[in-house]
């Protein structure tokens, strides 16, 4: 099956063939553009379109020979150069004609597992050994700062520049997340390393929470500066879940090694649909396009997948210029803990509509009584937050999720 939820007037471009296994990906903020990094080292720019691929604009291969491949590939956030971590160790920047402009052939002492744009002039990096740097591409010599707290390798960081722009949060193999403040450049929180890898990381919910993906397939949900241990958890993926991106303050996407992008609700946690699959093969990586209608994802073949996601969004740009009294009023609901579901009303509708067209006659009442035990998942958030550092127990164990039947069961149901 290769959705569930998706619009039947849903469209979204023909996947496109690279060379060679691609191992990351990422979309220009402003053009049809995207990057891909590939096993052999090579990056590749392609110009997607809805009914045919142009060739690739610029294919170079910038890495030394036999190394290992492009790990990495991320655009500033103008779009006017691309960064790229290689498993040779070093970190390059592009300009638009494919030129490095910017070189550090040693920029770590293991090959580079993740990197993120920070802002225009600075970058972080994570390596294999568990060592994170932060660099500012002004300098050409050595990074700005180094922290090296990790056992294991460097699997995600990300930072937020609305609601911590001096934070950055990098998870590991070791089964941690550590907070470092770049202002002050020290670490100011670490968890406790747990017995499953974190895989993945984003910040929600306006900057008071964080998620994390493992490779247990649990959701782990930690309550902003309260680092020793998640506050809440939600296991409610079969396999691990190496992907994740925000799709709002309430909703997140994630990718999991059983091949589907699921679209899944934080406090309450609730299982909302699946957006595609992969036909068996692992989500490695995925990312969102510069209008956000679109995903990217890569698995362990040399396609690159598009998914038409237009239909998640709602317009919701009210909401978004929240005033004073809002914001108040959302720290006393944090306070409490009384968490109410947000999610687009688009997403409801249109399980609603596949649950219709299932033959499931569910009723407003039916809506109504999930509702209200969403509420109950929001009050065991209350308790958990309220002791401070809490285990990351399964918080979200205890609730149902929503079950989708398959093209099969419908069809022998109408039997």
């Not at 060592?131 to 960081?157: G, L, N």
Request: contains cysteine; charged residues 30%.
């Amino acid at each position: 099956m290769a959705s569930l939820v998706v619009d039947d007037d849903s469209k979204a471009p023909p996947s496109l063939e690279l060379p060679e296994i691609p191992l990351s990906l990422d979309f220009h903020p402003t053009l049809n553009v995207l990057a891909s990094g590939l096993v052999d080292g090579g990056i590749y720019l392609n110009q997607y379109n809805f009914e045919e691929h142009s060739p690739a604009t610029i294919h170079i291969h910038p890495f030394r020979e036999g190394t290992g491949g492009c790990r990495v590939v991320r655009f500033s956030k103008d779009g006017q150069s691309l960064f790229a971590g290689s498993a040779d160790h070093s970190i390059i920047a592009l300009s638009t004609t494919g030129q490095v402009v910017w070189n550090q052939p040693d920029a770590h002492r293991d090959p580079v597992s993740c990197l993120t744009v920070i802002d225009d002039n600075m970058i972080a990096s994570g390596d294999d050994s568990g060592a994170v740097k932060i660099w500012d591409i002004r300098q050409s010599d050595r990074p700005a700062m180094s922290f090296d707290v990790f056992q294991d390798y460097v699997s995600d960081c990300v930072n937020d520049q609305e609601s911590h722009p001096e934070c950055l949060l990098a998870t590991s193999g070791d089964g941690s997340l550590g907070c470092f403040d770049m202002k002050q450049q020290k670490l100011i929180g670490r968890s406790d390393e747990l017995e499953e890898d974190i895989l993945s990381v984003q910040i929600i919910k306006r900057g008071r929470k964080v998620v994390c993906g493992t490779n247990e397939g649990t959701i782990l949900i930690f309550s902003w500066g309260y680092w020793s241990g998640g506050s809440d958890s939600f296991p409610g993926h079969p396999e691990s879940v190496g992907a994740i991106l925000k799709l709002n303050e309430e909703t997140i996407l994630t990718g999991s090694s059983d091949g589907f992008i699921r679209v899944v609700g934080i406090q309450p946690s609730k299982l909302y649909g699946l957006v595609g699959d992969h036909e068996g093969f692992p989500l490695e990586k995925m990312r969102w396009s510069n209008d956000k209608n679109l995903i990217g994802s890569i698995s362990h073949d040399n396609l690159v997948r598009f998914w038409d996601v237009s239909y998640l969004h709602e317009d919701d740009d009210d909401e978004e210029e929240d005033d004073d009294d809002e914001e108040e009023g959302e720290k006393a609901e944090d306070d409490e803990s009384n968490f109410v579901d947000q999610t687009s009303d688009e997403i409801l509708q249109h399980i609603r509509k596949q649950r219709t067209e299932n033959g499931d006659d569910d009723s407003e009442d039916d809506w109504e009584d999930d509702d209200g035990d969403d509420g109950d998942m929001a009050d065991s958030d209350s308790d958990s937050d309220s002791g401070g550092n809490g285990g990351a127990g399964g918080g979200g164990g205890g609730h149902s999720q929503t079950q989708f039947k398959t093209q099969a069961e419908n069809f022998f149901q109408d039997l």
